[in-house]
């Protein structure tokens, strides 16, 4: 059983950043494959970006260049510094873990907006 709790969201204007950030609970977590989601109000929850166990990264193409994703394997923690966002990217943003099972946070509030 996996945990996942997000936090680091809030209020940013466009072209600013953020850096959200997700802590596990539960062993083997360097084993997961952890993710960020993102959904829009109406729309369908989309990927954003995932880091293997082997901290290999992916991207959805909207963010790349602009989004990164990490992870502390010692902390239990995954990370994503968000640059340059824009305001079409207010969204709820969720953590995932992703191993024989799938797990996801309860997700954190990101509005862009001057």
């Known amino acids: 059983q996996v945990q996942l709790v997000e936090s680091g969201g809030g209020l940013v204007q466009p072209g600013g950043s953020l850096r959200l950030s997700c802590l596990a609970s539960?062993?083997?977590?360097?084993?997961?494959?952890m993710g960020w989601y993102r959904q829009a109000p109406g729309k369908q929850r989309e990927l954003v970006a995932v880091?293997?166990?082997?901290?290999?990264?992916n991207y959805a193409d909207s963010v790349k260049g602009r989004f990164t994703i990490s992870r502390d394997n010692a902390k239990n923690m995954v990370y994503r510094q968000m640059n340059s966002l824009k305001p079409e990217e207010k969204a709820e943003y969720f953590c995932?873990?992703?191993?024989?099972?799938?797990?996801w946070g309860q997700g954190t509030q990101v509005t862009v907006s001057s």
């Open positions: 880091i293997t166990s082997g901290s290999n990264t």
């Open positions: 539960g062993a083997m977590f360097s084993i997961y494959t």
């Open positions: 995932s873990a992703g191993g024989v099972e799938f797990y």
